[in-house]
């Protein structure tokens, strides 16, 4: 179905949080984790959902959403209730992936090497407070239905010549076709995951630790 290729796949938020995340979580919990972030591009959350996945430049409504799982996730282990604290971190993540794939972040990073050979892409840094704070920061607007038929490949190049360059289907780094730059929005969401993670468990007990890692 051509809605399933208008994000990033699967197989990449899971290989993200298997590099970022399987040292310290069980092999249960990483699958829970993996499974509540593939779950937010199911159908009914690509719709009116733009915080699930920085769709539209919906930074401050992408942030508050990620603070509302960290929180979600916090009181859920004080519950003691292991598997939402694991759903709402994976959602918290899936927002955190979504970031480097649909806004221009890794074009401000990439443009300050102005022509010469950028660094390698285990080099970026993914809270640059300058760039999270450039005037020029934005992401991918959906333009609806047109963006749709972006995704079939035979009216790709069709598409394109019509959709603005401010859209989601022009500025997506959702899969290694779109280049280059692909490399750096995976190693940026790595590290970010990793942050989100040791921002999350800041101040966790012993107890509340051993129940979110599940080992
Ligand atoms: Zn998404």
């Known amino acids: 179905m051509a809605y399933n290729q208008t994000i990033m796949l699967t197989q990449y938020h899971v290989q993200i949080i298997s590099d970022a995340l399987a040292d310290c979580f069980s092999p249960r919990a990483l699958s829970a984790i993996a499974t509540a972030n593939n779950h937010q591009d199911r159908l009914s959350g690509q ?13 401050k409504q992408s942030y508050d959403y990620i603070e509302e799982q960290r929180t979600l996730t916090v009181a859920s282990l004080k519950a003691n209730d292991a598997e939402s604290a694991w759903f709402a971190f994976g959602r918290l993540t899936h927002t955190a ?11 401000l990073w990439l443009s300050r090497f102005d022509g010469a050979t950028p660094s390698a892409p285990t080099e970026i840094d993914p809270v640059d407070s300058t760039l999270l704070n450039h005037p020029n920061l934005h992401s991918g607007k959906v333009y609806y239905p047109l963006e749709l038929f972006y995704f079939i490949k035979p009216l790709r190049r069709f598409v ?45 007990s012993e107890e509340m630790c051993r129940l979110f890692l599940d080992k």
Do not use: C
């Not at 959902?49 to 769709?55: G, L, R, W």
């Open 97 to 107: 992936h979504d970031f480097y794939a649909h806004s221009n972040y890794i074009d």
């Open 160 to 204: 394109l010549s019509y959709i603005p360059r401010d859209s989601h289907a022009w500025m997506n780094l959702d899969s290694p076709e779109q280049g280059f730059k692909f490399d750096y929005a995976m190693q940026a969401a790595i590290k970010r995951t990793k942050i989100e993670f040791d921002k999350t468990t800041l101040g966790f």
């Open 47 to 59: 719709f009116g959902h733009n915080e699930y996945h920085v769709d539209n430049n919906a930074f």
